[in-house]
């Protein structure tokens, strides 16, 4: 059974720095491009950043371009997303998603998430 | 960028009705749409991919049509477990979603 577990989200004030983990379990990890994917309260769902299969390649939507940072450990089944320069608006339930086709960074569909993990982002 | 338009933002609908929810593409995106239903508190869950075929375990009553820039998700006779909020998806792009709601 194929599983997803974020974590690490809490209240940081903004300016301040977070680190979100993926646990990922019951597939090939490091055969899938994987996906972090956000929804603020009450609102709908926005693609956040995403990694190839072997770490080699990372895209970003233009939101956290140069603030957020995606990497994976494929010896540990992990995925993590470092946010830094946090600000109000990143305020959001952030899920980590697999992408349904092996080796392409061509996302067809998102075919696996976590339950989320809470980033609040307030003085 | 591709924008992903869906309509209607919400809809009221009784047991039994037949839905249709339209999305639509800025520009043409073949058949690479997938669609998305998400009740509250809970993850989305991936009903159909590449517009038209039906995620294992997805109840057959969900069906997928259109290409280029058209496309519609149709649940043929709506079921109490069914009210939930419902997302068009190409590549890295959503819909704004579409509300389905108890009439």
């Known amino acids: 059974e194929v599983q997803l577990v974020e974590s690490g989200g809490v209240v940081v004030q903004p300016g301040g720095s977070l680190r979100l983990s993926c646990a990922a379990s019951?597939?090939?990890?490091?055969?899938?491009?994987m996906h972090w994917v956000r929804q603020a309260p009450g609102k709908g769902l926005e693609w956040v950043s995403l990694?190839?299969?072997?770490?080699?390649?990372?895209y970003y939507a233009d939101s956290v371009k140069g603030r957020f940072t995606i990497s994976r450990d494929n010896s540990k089944n992990s995925l993590y997303l470092q946010m830094n320069s946090l600000r109000t608006e990143d305020t959001a339930l952030y899920y980590c998603?697999?992408?349904?086709?092996?080796?392409?960074?061509?996302?067809?569909?998102?075919?696996?998430w976590g339950q989320g993990t809470l980033v609040t982002v307030s003085s | 960028d591709i924008q992903m338009t869906q309509s209607p933002s919400t809809l009221s609908a009784s047991v039994g009705d037949r839905v249709t929810i339209t999305c639509r593409a800025s520009?043409?995106?073949?058949?690479?749409l997938a669609w998305y239903q998400q009740k509250p508190g809970k993850a989305p869950k991936l009903l159909i991919y590449?517009?038209?075929s039906l995620e294992s375990g997805v109840p057959s009553r969900f069906s997928g049509s259109g290409s280029g820039t058209e496309f519609t998700l149709t649940i043929s006779s709506l079921q109490p477990d069914d009210f939930a909020t419902y997302y068009c998806?190409?590549?890295?792009?959503f819909g704004q979603g579409t509300k389905v709601e108890i009439k």
């Open positions: 998806q190409h590549r890295w792009t």
């Open positions: 590449k517009a038209s």
């Open positions: 998603a697999k992408d349904s086709r092996s080796g392409t960074t061509v996302t067809d569909s998102f075919d696996y």
């Open positions: 019951g597939f090939t990890f490091d055969d899938y491009t």
């Open positions: 520009q043409s995106i073949s058949s690479w």
């Open positions: 990694i190839s299969w072997d770490g080699g390649s990372t």
